[in-house]
């Protein structure tokens, strides 16, 4: 028995479920995927907005799921929830770009502005204190330097 080659899916929300129309405008324009370079300017407030929408929709897109909801909501689940990762990336480099601000010039800084290496870097003594000398050092160092020879030949 020859089965029938598979018809070519939809790529409209509407054509893939032919009950339910299109899409709401708001939640079409949200599919598109959030950038990155277009989160970096906005607000610490307008990002936590942007976020607790995209949260909001997610839960929606959830019970959805559960309720046989249709193809094109299950698949907008994941570039929800990667907008969302995109949001929170954006907002914490915000953050830590205005504590480094703040703790610039500082003697202390929290541990999570310090830069990282590895321990025994972190725990190695500094150059200025590996070349310091003894109050006996110096004056021995003073007082029988360094004999200079000259060689002839």
Known sequence: LAQAPPTPR???????????????PGLEA??????????RSKTSKELLKELDEMKGELSQLRVAKVSGGAASKLAK????????????????????????K????KKYQPLDLRP???????RSL????????????????????????????
Request: aromatic share 6%.
């Open 126 to 153: 500094t150059t200025e204190q590996k070349f310091m000398k003894t109050p006996k050092q110096k004056t021995k160092s003073s007082n029988f330097p360094m004999r200079r020879f000259a060689v002839t030949m």
């Open 30 to 39: 949200a599919m598109v995927r959030v950038k990155a370079y277009e989160l």
């Open 10 to 24: 939809p790529l409209d929300a509407s054509a893939a479920d032919p009950g339910r129309g299109p899409l709401s």
């Open 77 to 100: 689940i994941k570039v929800v929830r990667k907008s969302i990762a995109r949001i929170l990336t954006v907002y914490h480099q915000k953050q830590k770009a205005e504590a480094r």
């Open 102 to 105: 703040q703790y610039k010039g």
């Open 116 to 122: 990282k290496k590895t321990r025994k870097i972190r």
